[in-house]
DNA sequence: GCCGTATTCCTACCG
DNA sequence: ACCGGTAGGAATACGGCG
C-alpha cells in the first residue's frame, strides 16, 4: 500500500547482523508511524590513481576482501572529485563501522585515497535517497514489526524508495517542554549524591505538570516524568539546556536511582549523538539553548532573555531565581513555592521559544537535510556542508574527508575611514549579497581552481585582482550550481509569498524557509574559508574578498565622478550624502559597470559617526536609532552605561542638543551616586572562551569565574559570567565578584563612573567638544568648555 | 620600587 | 567547530630613574 510520509527521526539498527534504517514520523492521516528500511546498505569509496587498470584492481579487491562478512559488494564505478573524473570503487558494507575496511583497503595498490567511510549510514540514507527531514514523502509499504514494539500507531516495512512529496503542512506536533530543578546544599549538584527535586513540563495541548521531591526523596520524582512522557507521548521533546545540562543529569541519576529512563519511543534510552545534542530516538530531542545561538540580537543568552526577545513573556513578568540562591528556596518551606512557580515558569518559556522558533527550526532541517534535532545543534558551517553534500551527491561528486590542516590567514575586505561628526541626510548604498554574486559571476569553486603550475583550459579563465588566483569559465563549478539554486529559489519563495496572506501558516512557513535560504546563501563564503571545510581551497575565499575589495573600490571611483560625498563604507556599502538625483544615476552607472546589483538601504535623516570604524548611530525617518559597533549594542557593557550612551545619542541626534545631553548625564550620575541605579544595571557579562587554567592575564570576569568555582560550581568554556567591581584596592581582578554573590552597598560606584559610564557618554560627546569635567565638575565651578 | 607608556591578551562586535 | 577587520579595556612588560 501505498502512504504519505513525514519524516521526524531517524536511526539504525543492526537486526540479525543486518543493518537497517528507522524512519520515525507521521502518515498523512496523522498517525505515529515507523517505517524500516532493510534495503539500503552503508558504503563508502576507494578512488583510484589516474591510468591504472580499474577493472583489474576491483577483481583483486574482490578476491582478497569479497569472501569477508563485512563486505557486500564491490563495484567500479565513475565520479568526480573536485570537479574531475575518476574512476572510484564503491565498497557496500554490512556494518555500520566502516572506517577500518576503508583504511585496510585503501592501502591496495593503485588505491590513492578512501572517502565517504566517514558519513554515517543514517547520513548516507537520506543523502542517497533523497529523503528529507521535516519533508513529505511517498512510497510503497507492507506490514513490518520490531520487537520491543516501538510505541507508534504503524509499523510498516518500506517496499519502495521514498519520493519527495510536494506538501508544505506540518504534522499536528504533540510538543513537551520540561525544565528541572537539582538541589545541593552547597555548589553545583552532583548527579551521585544530589537529588532532582523537581521537574516541570507543559505541552502544546494546555497540560502544565509539576513534580516536586518529598524533600530529597526524588525518585518519584523521575518516575512521574517518565510515565508522563509515556502517556503524552511527545513529537518533540524541548528544554533549555538539555542537551548540555538536563539530560546528562537525569541520565547519571536514573543510574544511580536504578530508574529506568524510558522515555523514547524504541525502548532505549537517551544518548548522545552528532555536534554533541541528545538523541532521544523516535523524537526529536530540542534544545531552544543551540537555537539561542542564531538570535545575534540577544547577548547574553538566558531563558528569560530569549523569551523576552521573541516576544514569549515580557521581562519584569516572571521572578528568576539565580543558581547560586536555588538551595535556600527550597530549603525554606515558604520560598519553595516561589521555586515551584519559577520551574514551572521555565516550562512555559520553553515551549513559547520553541513554538515561536519551529518554523525556522524544521525548514532549516528540510532545506539542509539534517533531522531536526541535530540541525538545532550544528553550527553554521556543519549545516552548510551538509547542504553541500546533498548538492554532490546529485552531481556524482564525492564527499571528501575532513582533514587537519594549517592556519593561515588571507587579506579580507575594505573598511572606510567615517568622517567624524553627524551628517545629514546620508543614503547607505549597499551590494545584494555581494559575495554569493562574486562567486557566481567568477565561477570561483573548489573544482574550478586552476593553481598556478596548471596549464589554462581552452574557455579561459577568470583571474582575482592582487591575488591573481585562476578559475576556469567553463563549465560552472559547484558553488556556483549551488548558490544560483539557493537565489533562485529563495526568489520562488517570495514569488510565492505574495499571493499569500502574511498572518497564513503557509504564509509563516514560507518566510522561514526564505530566511533559511538567505542564512545559508550568505554562509557559503565563510564556509570556502574555513580550514574544518571538506571542501576547503584557500584560493577561493581569497579570490573571493580580492573581488569584493576591486568592487567596492571602483565603487569609490564612480561615485568621485558624480561628484558624491563619502562619509564611511564596509565589505559591501558605502554611505553618501544624499542626493537623489545623483544618486540613482550613480547607481545605474555602478550597475552597468560591475554587473551587480546594488540599491539604496537606509536614508538616515541624521547619523554620526566617531573616530572608529564600525561604530556609528543613525537617525531613521521614523524617529528610531540604528545603533551599529558602539556601548549600546555589546554585550558586556553594565546596563548604566548602555542606557546612558543610548539616550544621549538620542538626544543628540532627535533634538540636535549636547547641552541637554550634558545635563542630562550629570542627572545620571547624580542619581547614581545617591544609588538610585538598579544593582543588575551594574552586572558585567562577560564569556569564558578557554578553560580558567589556560588564561595568561588574570582577568576580571576569569577571577569572579575562579571565586564561582571555590564555591563549588562548575565554569566550563562558553559560560557567561556575570560579575560586579567591588570597592576596595588593587587590581579590578581583585575587586570582580560574581554578582550573585555581591549586592548594591559593595559596589565601587567611582569605578562604574570612571569605567563605564563616562567613556560610554564621552565616546559620543567628545565629537562636540564636550570635556569629561564639564560631567564630573559641579556645576558652580565648572567653566564651560563647550558650546562655542 | 614607582611611574608612565608600549605591548599583549581578551572579548565582542561589523558586514 | 564560518571569514577577516576592527575597537577598546585591562593586564603586563618595559624603560627610566641616583
Redesign the pocket.
Known sequence: MEILFYLLDINHEVVDGRPEIRLWGFDNLGNRVLIIDRSFLPSFYLILGEDVDGDGIAKSLLERWGDNPAIAGVELTDRRYFGKPVKAVKVTCNVPEMARYAEAMAKTVGIKGHVEDDLRYASQYLVARDVYPCGWHVLEVGEGGIDPKPRVDRVYLAKSVPKAFEKTDVPDLRILSFSIICYSSRGAPRPESNPVVIISAATNTGMSKQFAADDTDDGPVVDSFVRLIEEFDPDIIVGYGNNTRDWPYLIERCRKLGVKLAVDRSGMEPHTSA??HISVTGRANLDVNDLAEDLLEV?VKTLENVADFLGVRKRGERTIIEDVNISGYWEDPEKRVKLLAFSEQNAHDILGVCNATLDFTTQMANLVGLPLDQVEAA????RVEWYLIRQAFKLGELVPAREERPYF?????I?LQPKVGIHEKVAVL?FRSLYPSIMIANNASPDTYIPPDQPEPRSGVYVAPEVNHKFRREPPGFYKLVLSDLIKARQQIRDRMRGLGPKSADWRILDARQRVVKTCTN?VY??A????ARWYVKPV?EAT?AWGRYVIQQTLDEAKKFGLEVVYG????IFVRHDPEKTGAFLKAVEERLGLDIRPDEVYERVLF?E????YAGLLPDGRLDI??LEV????WCEAAKRVQESVLRIVLREDSPKKAVVFVRGYLNGLKSGRVAYRDFVI??????PIES???????VAAAKILRKEGWEMVVGD?VGYVIVKGKG???DRAKPYTLSNLSELDLDYYIA?QVL?AAM?ILEIFGVKESDLTVAEASKTLSMFL
Open positions: 555536534y554533541g547577548k553550527a553554521v558551517g556543519f590567514p588571507y587579506k579580507g575586505a573598511v549597499d554562509a565563510g564556509y574559508g574555513w580550514i574544518g575565499a574578498a564596509d565589505t559591501d556599502s566617531t572608529a570604524k564600525k561604530r551599529v559597533g549594542a555589546r554585550g558586556d557579562w562577560k564569556t569564558l572562551t578557554k588564561y595568561e592575564v588574570n582577568a576580571p570576569h557567561k587590581k579590578i581582578y569605567n567613556p565616546r
